[in-house]
């Protein structure tokens, strides 16, 4: 077994949480922590999005999962992306996720160590992601992390 006991105590670490490559059997898992997480089922939107990150190109994509198949506790989805807004080849973050009660633990860290160095491996220097203005967790992780504004500013406007 790869884990700890299901009922970890605050003080316990996660640092046996492997963090590895999502196999197909782990989507399952990712949709029920996701459901956890935002409270909405998305089963084929994560089926499609490990087709794309998880199944093809995985020297570009990177879908990696801590847990079991049967349970996952935490996700990161990445992706080298070549010349997008003219930009050189780097690496995009799309989504991370810890299981709520496995939180400020450090496993967000290790997910976020764990596809940088997919994305150095992969030859890329420098790392993004796009993060919501009102998600203050988010923004504190990412910074804890280093990141920084960067060169973009998104901007949008509706269709109709
Ligand atoms: C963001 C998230 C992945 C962080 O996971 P985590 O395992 O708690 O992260 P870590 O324990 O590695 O935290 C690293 C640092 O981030 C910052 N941080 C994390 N959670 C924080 C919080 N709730 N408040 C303030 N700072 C926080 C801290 O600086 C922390 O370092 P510290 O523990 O030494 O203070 C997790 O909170 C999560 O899944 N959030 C919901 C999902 C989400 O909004 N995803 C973004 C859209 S895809």
């Known amino acids: 077994m790869a884990r700890r006991s299901t009922t970890p105590t605050p003080q316990e670490s996660d640092e046996d949480l ?7 059997a782990d989507v399952a898992g990712v949709i029920a922590l996701d459901e956890e997480v935002t409270g909405l089922l998305k089963p084929q ?3 499609e999005l490990f087709e794309h990150f998880g ?3 995985r020297d570009q994509r990177f879908f990696l999962v801590a847990g079991d198949p049967g349970r996952i506790d935490g996700f990161i989805i990445g992706e080298v992306r070549a010349w ?7 690496g995009w973050v799309f989504a991370v996720q810890v299981r709520p009660r496995l939180r400020v633990r ?13 994305f150095r491996a992969a030859g890329v ?10 998600n203050a967790v988010i923004h504190a992780f990412f910074r804890s992390q280093g990141m920084m504004a960067g060169p973009f500013i998104e901007l949008e406007m509706r269709l109709d």
């Open 18 to 24: 492997i963090i590895r490559s999502a196999t197909l």
């Open 45 to 47: 939107y994560w089926r």
């Open 55 to 57: 199944a093809r190109r």
């Open 84 to 90: 997008e807004f003219g930009s050189p080849p780097s």
């Open 106 to 118: 450090g496993l967000g860290s290790r997910l976020f160590a764990a596809v940088r160095a997919r």
């Open 125 to 134: 220097e420098r790392v993004r992601t796009m993060v919501a203005r009102d």
